[in-house]
Nanobody
Framework: QVQLVESGGGLVQAGGSLRLSCAASGRPFSLYAMGWFRQAPGKGREFVASISNFGIRTEYADAVKGRFTISRDNAKSMVYLQMNNLLPEDTAVYYC?????????????????WGQGTQVTVSS
């Protein structure tokens, strides 16, 4: 059973930055790709970024390319999401997710472990 705990969310002005962290426990962390998803009020959960098990490959949603960076530290079982130049439309609950495999997938169905989420609010 994997446990994922996100932290680092908060309230920030447009143009600001936040760094989300996700601490993983349970199955060997380095075997699995990891991802970040987000869900805004009244909307479905959407892909944000993912990273392969050794961090070689990354994928990003078009809406965040050039602004967000995903990274991981396998020694610490941590995955991060650095978010720069935040926009009001980035406001959402952000979820850390563990993939079923080692490929950096953009598909929500490829993930079987989820954190509780952390709120990110960007004011205009």
């Amino acid at each position: 059973q994997v446990q994922l705990v996100e932290s680092g969310g908060g309230l920030v002005q447009a143009g600001g930055s936040l760094r989300l962290s996700c601490a993983a426990s349970g199955r060997p962390f380095s075997l699995y790709a990891m991802g970040w998803f987000r869900q805004a009020p009244g909307k479905g959960r959407e892909f944000v970024a993912s990273i392969s098990n050794f961090g070689i490959r990354t994928e990003y949603a078009d809406a965040v390319k050039g602004r967000f960076t995903i990274s991981r530290d396998n020694a610490k079982s941590m995955v991060y999401l650095q978010m720069n130049n935040l926009l009001p439309e980035d406001t959402a609950v952000y979820y850390c997710a563990r993939s079923k495999g080692n490929v950096a997938s953009t598909n929500l169905r490829d993930y079987d472990g989820w954190g509780q989420g952390t709120q990110v609010t960007v004011s205009s």
